[in-house]
């Protein structure tokens, strides 16, 4: 079974930036089979996916509450996946996850990010 782990959360102040990680490992999964996905969740609220990227690398979107400051990338050779996050804002506070594709039912544990002054 596949294991998605992020990390690289904390708590940091508005406008600054942060750098999430995501290492996919066990099982069968091939990392470059899938496209990969990030999203956040705030407790009472419904999940957003925030970003998605295709299994190469070549083809990445946002989210319009995201655009412009959020930028997802991978590293295929080390089956990683990053969340480029800048001028952060208080409302960007979540719990963010990684997943296969834009499978929430695959996230693993997650990492919070915390945005307060």
């Known amino acids: 079974e596949v294991q998605l782990q992020a990390s690289g959360g904390g708590l940091v102040q508005p406008g600054s930036s942060l750098t999430l990680s995501c290492t996919a490992s066990g099982g069968d999964f091939t990392f470059t089979d899938y496209s990969m996905g990030w999203f956040r969740q705030v407790p009472g609220k419904e999940r957003e996916l925030v970003a998605d990227?295709?299994?190469?690398?070549?083809?990445?979107a946002s989210a319009d509450s995201v655009k412009g400051r959020f930028t997802t990338s991978r590293d295929n050779a080390k089956n990683t996946l990053y969340l480029q996050m800048d001028s952060l804002k208080p409302e960007d506070t979540a719990v963010y996850y990684c997943t296969r594709q834009s499978d929430y039912a695959s996230r693993g544990q997650g990492t919070l990010v915390t945005v307060s002054s």
């Open positions: 990227i295709s299994w190469s690398g070549g083809i990445a």
